[in-house]
C-alpha cells in the first residue's frame, strides 16, 4: 500500500504524493475516500516532513470533502502557523471553493475559518515569494496571466484555460475584443504593447452574472422563472472592463514591488472598438501593422479573453514564441 520511492524526497502511497522541496512540501491527492487514506497521509506528513515546512496539497482529483478531512486541514494549519509556515491549497474544484476558502467564509463566530485557496501551483508559489531569478519580460506576461487567473477564479469562481498561443497573420491592425485595455510595457531589453481584450459575449455573460449573484443574495423571493439575459449598455460594459483590469493591474503591481524587476508597466488605456486607433498614451506605434501580435487566447465558462503583445520586431516577437 505504502512505497518509498528511491528518490528519498519522493513518498508514494496509493492515496496521495509526498515531493519534498528545499522550501514546502507538494502534496498531490489522488484518493481521500478510503478509510486508511486520512491515517496513511498524518503517519506520513509526520515521517517525511520532520521540521515544519510550508505544505501546498493539489486538489486536482478530489471532487468531495468530509468534515473529517476538513478537521484535519484546520488541525493541520493550526500546526504550521504556530512556526510560521503556510497550508495553500490549490487547483481545488468550483464546487468545494465555497467550503474551502477563506473568501468565501462568511460565518460570524469564527473568522478563521477556511484556507487559503489559490488557482494554480505558480500561484502557490508566489504566495510563499518562491521566485527563480530576475523578473523579465516573459516572466512579467506569466505574472500578469496568473494575476487575470486568480481573479476569476476567485470572483467568479470559474477556472481561465489557456488555449494555444500564435502569431497573428491576418487582420493586423484588429483588435481581438469589442473593449480592450491597453498597456506601454518597458523593460531593459525590450518595449512592447500589452492588450487585454473582452468581445461582447463575454462581457454580457459577466454582467449578468453579477446580476444574478446579486439577486440570490438579496433578501427578496427568488424570481418564479429565470431572468432573462440583459444586454449591457456601453457605459456599462466600460466600467466592467476598468474594473477587471484595475484589479489585475494591482495584483501585478503588488508582485512587482517586492521583487528585483527590470519591467515596468504603465497605466492602463480603454479602446473601444475593434480597429486599433492611436491614442496619445499608447507610445510606441500608430498602427499594429507596423509590428509583430502574439495572440494568447484564454476561455471560461464566460467566453473568451484574449491577451495580445505587441513588438516592432520580428525577433522579439520569435524569442518571446521560444
Same mark, same amino acid.
Given at each position: 500500500?505504502?512505497?518509498? #520511492?528511491? #528518490?528519498?524526497?519522493?513518498?508514494k502511497t496509493?492515496?496521495f504524493? +509526498?515531493?519534498?522541496?528545499?522550501n514546502y512540501?507538494l502534496?498531490?491527492?489522488?484518493? +481521500?475516500?478510503?478509510?486508511?487514506?486520512?491515517s496513511?497521509?498524518?503517519?506520513?506528513?509526520?515521517s517525511c516532513?520532520?521540521t515544519?515546512?510550508?505544505?501546498?496539497?493539489?486538489?486536482a482529483?478530489i471532487?468531495?470533502?468530509?468534515?473529517e478531512w476538513f478537521?484535519?486541514?484546520?488541525?493541520?494549519e493550526?500546526?504550521l502557523?504556530t %512556526?510560521k509556515k503556510?497550508?495553500?491549497l490549490?487547483?481545488v474544484?468550483t464546487n468545494?471553493?465555497?467550503?474551502?476558502s477563506?473568501? @468565501?467564509?462568511n460565518?460570524? @463566530?469564527d473568522? #478563521?475559518?477556511?484556507?487559503?485557496v489559490?488557482?494554480?501551483?505558480?500561484?502557490?508559489?508566489?504566495e510563499?515569494?518562491?521566485?527563480l531569478?530576475k523578473?523579465?519580460?516573459?516572466n512579467?506576461v506569466? +505574472?500578469?496571466?496568473?494575476a487575470l487567473?486568480?481573479?476569476y477564479?476567485l470572483?467568479y469562481?470559474?477556472?481561465?484555460?489557456k488555449d494555444?498561443i500564435?502569431?497573428?497573420k491576418?487582420?493586423? #491592425?484588429t483588435l481581438?475584443?469589442?473593449?480592450t485595455?491597453?498597456?506601454n510595457?518597458?523593460s531593459?531589453?525590450?518595449?512592447?504593447?500589452?492588450f487585454?481584450?473582452f468581445p461582447k459575449e463575454t462581457?454580457?455573460n459577466?454582467?449578468?452574472?453579477?446580476d444574478?449573484?446579486s439577486?440570490i443574495?438579496?433578501l427578496? %423571493?427568488p424570481?418564479?422563472?429565470?431572468?432573462? =439575459?440583459i444586454?449591457?449598455?456601453?457605459?456599462?460594459?466600460?466600467?466592467?472592463?476598468?474594473e477587471?483590469?484595475?484589479? +489585475?493591474?494591482s495584483?501585478?503591481?503588488l508582485i512587482l514591488?517586492?521583487l528585483?524587476?527590470?519591467?515596468?508597466?504603465?497605466d492602463?488605456s480603454i479602446l473601444?472598438?475593434?480597429?486599433f486607433?492611436?491614442? @496619445?498614451?499608447?507610445?510606441? =506605434?500608430?498602427s499594429l501593422?507596423?509590428?509583430?501580435?502574439?495572440i494568447?487566447?484564454?476561455?471560461?465558462?464566460f467566453g473568451?479573453?484574449?491577451i495580445?503583445?505587441w513588438f516592432?520586431?520580428?525577433?522579439?516577437a520569435?524569442?518571446f514564441? @521560444?
Open positions: 500500500m505504502n512505497e518509498l #520511492n528511491s #528518490n528519498s524526497n519522493i513518498v496509493n492515496f504524493s +509526498i515531493i519534498k522541496k528545499n512540501s502534496v498531490y491527492l489522488s484518493n +481521500i475516500n478510503h478509510q486508511q487514506s486520512l496513511v497521509l498524518q503517519d506520513k506528513l509526520h516532513c520532520t515544519p515546512t510550508h505544505l501546498l496539497f493539489n486538489f482529483s471532487s468531495e470533502i468530509t468534515d478537521n484535519f486541514f484546520t488541525s493541520l493550526q500546526q502557523s %512556526s503556510k497550508l495553500i490549490f487547483y474544484p468545494l471553493v465555497t467550503k474551502l477563506k473568501k @468565501e467564509q460565518t460570524t @463566530e473568522k #478563521n475559518t477556511g484556507f487559503n489559490v488557482p494554480n501551483l505558480i500561484m502557490a508559489l508566489e510563499l515569494d518562491v521566485f531569478g523578473i523579465d519580460s516573459i512579467f506569466q +505574472i500578469f496571466v496568473n487567473i486568480k481573479i477564479y470572483e469562481q470559474t477556472i481561465v484555460k494555444k500564435f502569431i497573428k491576418e487582420n493586423l #491592425n481581438e475584443g469589442d473593449f485595455g491597453a498597456f510595457v518597458d531593459n531589453t525590450n518595449q512592447y504593447l500589452m487585454l481584450s462581457i454580457t459577466l454582467i449578468n452574472s453579477k444574478k449573484i439577486d443574495n438579496s427578496s %423571493s424570481p418564479a422563472s429565470p431572468a432573462p =439575459t444586454l449591457p449598455s456601453m457605459a456599462d460594459s466600460i466600467v466592467l472592463v476598468k477587471q483590469i484595475k484589479k +489585475i493591474h495584483q501585478v503591481m514591488a517586492g528585483e524587476s527590470n519591467v515596468t508597466l504603465s492602463v473601444e472598438g475593434r480597429e486607433k492611436k491614442i @496619445e498614451a499608447i507610445k510606441l =506605434t500608430d501593422e507596423k509590428g509583430y501580435s502574439i494568447l487566447p484564454f476561455s471560461c465558462e473568451k479573453l484574449y495580445s503583445l516592432k520586431e520580428l525577433n522579439s520569435i524569442n514564441m @521560444e
